[in-house]
């Protein structure tokens, strides 16, 4: 079987790296180099039955199928808490199947100790447990073959259990590491995709706020001169139509991801929006003194703020002005400080502004603005405008 479900908690993909593979590699020799102590200490020596030859070799197959399944299927599960729960059952396995082979063996079966502390080095569990497991079976094979009369093969035995169970230790690191790394890719591929879609959602609002806040302004316009100037009200249809056209296009060309924002567009933009709604603009003749890498992104500024001047502001006149590190809007604007939901109006003090306080700033448009602008290395600042309203102040 090549490959089984590789679905969290279900078993293991072979193919997802080296360490399955390996280890199943490595218990399939580990079995080979004991068929030939079992041959010897159990088929070779007459003084067992043919009964009990069954009996041992029978628990030996049962010890090393749970040395070779055990612990895949502890790394299999699916969280920390489930792995280390599924490690300690493993163990238990592993001790209790070693037991049986002991006891139907005796003091031959000790060498499944190396083969144990190899198993109990591979599994999930903390460090200072398999430490402590693997000093344990390193000093009880020395006591043991010591008390015995063989304190040669208990010291040497000691030595395999100590240097290869450390040796799995650091395997079952590099196991750890490749899975932490693989979970640590699909959340940057989950945090990747929520970027994007927040990006989606900044640039629909953006596109369609102020495309249709020119078409209601301009549609509200046309009505009004449906009778007393129907070919100036039938210009203003047509130009809502290509406003429509336009926002369409805008809309397709961000789903396809190749979109882009222009300031001198924007300005062209807003001079028609603001002429729409009856607002005077004192818009700059060019944008040379922009560098080209802060265009697009004044470009956006521009329209967030133009379309916050017509739909909010109620302003006669707006000003946007460019410096090479900065791009403001100013209007002369009702406008005054956000206060929280349900709560009174506050009034104004006798002889003071009513922008007594900062406006907050509230709202999609210009938190996924300043969103923008903070991805680019740049700061966001509301607040009074010497017009007399609001103020929206870029700088990088």
Known sequence: MEKTRGKPGGLVNWRSGAGPRNWLIGAGFSLVLWTWPTYTT????????FGDQILITGLTVLFFACYAVGPLYAWSRKTPE??????????????????????????????????????????????????????????????????????????????????????????????????????????????????ERDRMARDMHDILGHSLTVVAVKAELAGRLLDADPRRAARE???????????????????????????????????GALASAGIDAELPGSVDQVPAAHRELFGWVVREGVTNVVRHSQAARCRITFTPDGVQVDDDGAWRPAVPAGSADPEPAPGTSPWSGQWSGRGTGLDGLAERVRQAGGTLSTGPSELGGFRLTVVM
């Open 237 to 271: 249809l047509e130009e809502i139509e290509d406003l429509a056209r336009g926002a369409l296009a805008d809309v397709r060309a961000t789903v396809a991801g190749y979109r882009g924002v222009n300031v001198v567009a924007e300005l062209a933009q807003a001079r």
């Open 42 to 49: 159990v088929w070779a020596d007459p003084t067992h039955s």
């Open 82 to 195: 489930d792995r280390v729960r599924a490690a300690v059952l493993v163990v238990l396995a592993l001790l209790l199947s070693n037991g049986l082979v002991a006891v139907a063996l005796g003091l031959a079966a000790l060498w499944t100790w190396t083969f144990l502390a190899c198993a109990v080095a591979m599994m999930p569990l903390p460090v200072r447990w398999r430490f402590l497991m693997i000093a344990g079976l390193a000093v009880g094979s020395l006591l043991v073959q010591g008390l015995n009369g063989q304190a040669e093969a208990g010291f040497f035995q000691a030595s395999l259990v100590l240097s290869l169970g450390f040796m799995m230790m650091a395997f079952a690191r590099q196991i750890e590491l490749r899975q932490q790394l693989e979970a640590t890719r699909k959340d940057l591929a989950v945090a990747a995709v929520a970027a």
